[in-house]
């Protein structure tokens, strides 16, 4: 019989477990270490507002994605947010103001809401948003970014604002990086993760996997190469094909089941670093953990959104909470259906059944009610 584990509890022992280890990793580094050690505390009395909330019938996740631009300075190859026209070229329309995202934040963390990931579009463009959650100390920002943008003044503003954490988007070495993101990126990133070292500002990177570089990202050489330059996470996020043609690069059980096995031997090996894999054991952890179940997504205009690779909503909190979106009849839907604990190919259940859950968005109120 498949082992369940309590979401709830899955996601807070993982959150947990991040914050224990930064604070081993930043003791060499006072002032990161200090901010580490406080947040430490911020996240425990988060923990107990969530169980708390649980003990009333109120779930809530310990993450929220936060899309905050729809604008990018980059093209690469088999961007999930171009395909999805989230990401474009053209001038944003009705994106949320920086005030509307630190009203969000307020809300977050009133809630109980320990980490938000920033991404886009390439947040770095958004200096007004990240300013404001720079400002709130109770929440560990991750800033998904693709690292061509950080210059001597971002660098300032990160030395400020400690719960701001880079996350360095690369797809292996120079040839795998600059194949999809561009020319010359790849020596990009490496220049900014220089001035992070150099400054022994605390980083992460991130990495698409498919089954082209899954050796090479998974390998002892790219990975002690992000030692060596003080990098402290690195996200595995599997790769979601787009298009019928770039299904052959997603992973299968195989290349999971080897995934697994490194991803072991790496968190042996390398004490000082954290490797954190998405989706990583849905099985284990009772399927899909979108749709409030572990996270959800506000988009750059404000809808809340399951998953950034499920970009469907019928919610937007310019109109209503960011609780209140939690119980949206998308999110309940897809929660009692059976939807996010289903198997699946490729690293998302909902793109996979995106027919599905644009039937469960088209309900109306009577079949919903029914």
Known sequence: MEEKINIQEYMTAGVENLIKNAVKVTLTNPAQSLFMARFAMADKAASKKRLAAEKEGEHIPAFLIASITSSCNLHCAGCYARAVHSCADTEPVAQLS?????HIFEQAEKMGISFIPLAGGE???????IEKAGNRQNILFLIFTNGTLIDDTYIKMLK?????????????????TDDRRGEGVYEKVLSAMGKMQKEKLLFGSSVTVTKENLEEVTSDTFIKKLEERDCKALFFVEFVPMSPEMKDLALGEPERAYMNQRLAEIRDKYQDMIFLS??????????????GRGFFHINSHGGAESCPFSPYSDVN????????ALHSRLFTELQN?????????????????????ERYLNHDDESFDN
């Open 337 to 357: 259906s059976g939807t996010l604990t289903e198997d699946h190919v490729g690293g998302c259940v909902l793109f996979e059944n995106r027919e599905e859950v």
């Open 98 to 102: 920086a005030e509307e995202w630190d």
């Open 160 to 176: 400020k604002y400690r719960n701001l954490l880079p996350i360095f988007s690369m797809e292996g070495k120079e040839k795998h």
């Open 278 to 291: 998405f989706p990583g054991d849905e099985k284990a952890s009772g399927g899909c953990i979108a749709a």
């Open 123 to 129: 947040p770095m463009l958004r200096w007004d948003v």
């Open 317 to 324: 909190v310019k109109d209503t909470s960011l609780k209140a």
